[in-house]
């Protein structure tokens, strides 16, 4: 143990403001995450592993056993801590980059395996942490640091909507749902979902948050909350698969 007066500043999560931009919803969605874990009273056995992104900024946002993987790698870590501790919660947190790019395979395949873990991830409709450059969620048209002219069809195809991907392929213990960054209560409700889901010992859980990112997007408080709004008419809010029995 270190003692009181030789731990770093840095070390005290008390003191230290959250790094997150001013107006991103990943600091929002974060903060009802620690509700859903003090509410559910499972900090002492959760484990969190955060992927590349910006989702590293939250490495010592929680006072519980935290993993920072590679890019794209929170999913197969998560997935094997819970093989090698099944009585731990374990929670895979990552941005759509990490989920829907480069860590795909690995997505898809533990819905397909239906491992008892729970995957968090952010849709801002960018890659944010490195300027802003188009994600497989990017909308049609919309304006990015590599898409000056908007993403067009014929160039790069349709946006990826995960969960309608994930849900034909999921069982029917598996939790997947969409929910926004800026609905307290209803973000709430959904994190309780996906975790009581792996603790009653289902299934495999997913939550897309979809989330403002006003630096990359150039939008004012107002705007941002109008686009993440318009991003629900494509991505709509809502839950794909619900196992019988599930607790809130």
Same mark, same amino acid.
């Given at each position: 143990m270190i003692p009181e007066n030789n731990?770093?500043?840095?070390?005290?999560?008390?003191?230290?403001? =959250?790094?997150?931009? &001013?107006?991103?919803?990943?600091?929002?969605a974060l903060k009802i995450l620690g509700y859903a874990i003090d509410e559910l009273g499972i900090q002492n056995k959760t484990i969190y592993a955060s992927d590349i992104g910006c989702s590293l900024l939250s490495w010592n946002m929680f006072d519980v056993d935290t993993i920072q993987t590679h890019h794209g790698r929170a999913t197969p870590v998560a997935v094997g801590f819970k093989h090698a501790k099944p009585e731990a919660?374990?929670?895979a947190f990552m941005g759509d980059g990490g989920g829907y790019a480069i860590g795909a395979q =690995?997505?898809?395949? /533990?819905?397909?395996? @239906? @491992?008892k873990i729970t995957i968090i991830l952010i849709n801002n409709a960018n890659y944010a942490m490195t300027g802003g450059q %188009? /994600? &497989?969620t990017t909308l049609l048209e919309q304006i990015t640091a590599t898409t000056p002219q908007g993403r067009k069809l /014929? @160039?790069?195809?349709? &946006?990826? =909507?995960? &969960?309608?991907?994930?849900s034909p392929i999921a069982s029917d213990n598996a939790y997947i749902a969409r929910s926004i960054s800026n @609905?307290?209560?209803?973000l709430l409700t959904t994190f309780k979902k996906a975790i009581n889901n792996q603790i009653e010992g289902r299934g495999f859980s997913f939550v897309e948050v979809l989330s403002m990112c006003p630096v990359n997007w150039k939008t004012d408080a107002q705007e941002s909350i109008n686009f993440?709004?318009? %991003?629900a008419e494509i991505y709509p809010v809502k839950e794909?698969?619900?196992p019988e029995g599930l607790k809130c």
């Amino acid at each position: 143990m270190i003692p009181e007066n030789n731990i770093p500043k840095s070390w005290k999560k008390e003191e230290l403001p =959250h790094k997150f931009c &001013p107006g991103c919803g990943q600091s929002e969605a974060l903060k009802i995450l620690g509700y859903a874990i003090d509410e559910l009273g499972i900090q002492n056995k959760t484990i969190y592993a955060s992927d590349i992104g910006c989702s590293l900024l939250s490495w010592n946002m929680f006072d519980v056993d935290t993993i920072q993987t590679h890019h794209g790698r929170a999913t197969p870590v998560a997935v094997g801590f819970k093989h090698a501790k099944p009585e731990a919660v374990v929670l895979a947190f990552m941005g759509d980059g990490g989920g829907y790019a480069i860590g795909a395979q =690995h997505l898809i395949n /533990a819905c397909m395996r @239906d @491992d008892k873990i729970t995957i968090i991830l952010i849709n801002n409709a960018n890659y944010a942490m490195t300027g802003g450059q %188009m /994600a &497989p969620t990017t909308l049609l048209e919309q304006i990015t640091a590599t898409t000056p002219q908007g993403r067009k069809l /014929a @160039d790069f195809g349709l &946006p990826l =909507h995960g &969960p309608e991907m994930l849900s034909p392929i999921a069982s029917d213990n598996a939790y997947i749902a969409r929910s926004i960054s800026n @609905d307290f209560w209803g973000l709430l409700t959904t994190f309780k979902k996906a975790i009581n889901n792996q603790i009653e010992g289902r299934g495999f859980s997913f939550v897309e948050v979809l989330s403002m990112c006003p630096v990359n997007w150039k939008t004012d408080a107002q705007e941002s909350i109008n686009f993440v709004e318009k %991003m629900a008419e494509i991505y709509p809010v809502k839950e794909f698969k619900i196992p019988e029995g599930l607790k809130c």
